[in-house]
């Protein structure tokens, strides 16, 4: 929770401060996230309108995670930017946009609880929004061998000899089959069409 008591209420009066926050649980996606714990670095701007308090920040957090190609464990930075209104409880009514009855755009509201605001859904969504969905150790990453499952970083020379998966052993037979079949065909339709003309 953020105190915007020194701010006033007084439209045009603003003030700026740096906090560290331990970094909520949960705060990433599958494959890459904030530490629950970690510091959180905010540089914050706070401005009195008529409204409410604008929050305009910036968030820098440590990132854990591992890459989607080889598997290893990464570490990077995020650094996310975000803008929020937080309304106040008693705004006058005629300063509110007028009532169209849809409930999803008044969820997305936030308001300030008394003269504290609370930036954790804010920072939540600005930090999620800026990870990366596909997450790599380095932009060139070969990743793992399709058939034994080595690194490939570590032996770019890695190779196999051309062997049949078992998976595809039975297929690779049936194709065989028909083939053989079809050259029975080609190779006996000969005669027998002949015959037919012949009669």
């Keep these: 929770m953020f105190d915007t008591r020194e701010l006033g209420r007084r439209p045009g009066a603003m003030k700026e401060l740096s906090r560290t926050v331990p970094a909520p649980k949960d705060l990433g996606v599958e494959f890459i996230g904030v530490p629950e714990g970690a510091a959180v670095e905010l540089d914050l701007r706070l401005e ?9 920040g910036t968030a820098r957090a440590p990132l854990r995670g591992e890459c989607v190609r080889c598997l290893e464990p990464l570490e990077q930075h995020a650094e996310a930017d975000f803008q929020e209104l937080f309304t106040y409880p ?3 009514d005629r300063s509110r946009p007028a ?3 849809d409930d999803a755009e008044e969820e997305d509201r936030f308001f300030l609880e008394g003269d504290l ?11 999620v929004l800026s990870l990366p969905l596909q997450p ?6 070969p990743g793992l ?4 499952g080595a690194r490939l970083a570590d032996d770019p020379e890695h190779r196999h000899e051309d062997a049949v998966d078992i998976r595809w052993a039975a297929l690779q037979g049936l194709a065989e089959t028909i083939r ?4 029975d065909d080609q190779s006996g339709a000969g005669p027998d069409a002949d015959g037919k003309q012949e009669k």
């Design 145 to 148: 061998c399709p058939e034994c």
């Design 90 to 92: 008693d705004a006058d």
């Design 99 to 101: 009532d169209t009855g």
């Design 48 to 56: 009195s309108v008529m409204e409410g308090v604008l929050v305009t």
């Design 180 to 183: 053989d079949g079809e050259k």
């Design 136 to 141: 790599v150790c380095r932009e060139d990453c």
């Design 117 to 127: 605001f609370d930036l954790e859904p804010v920072l939540r969504d600005a930090v």
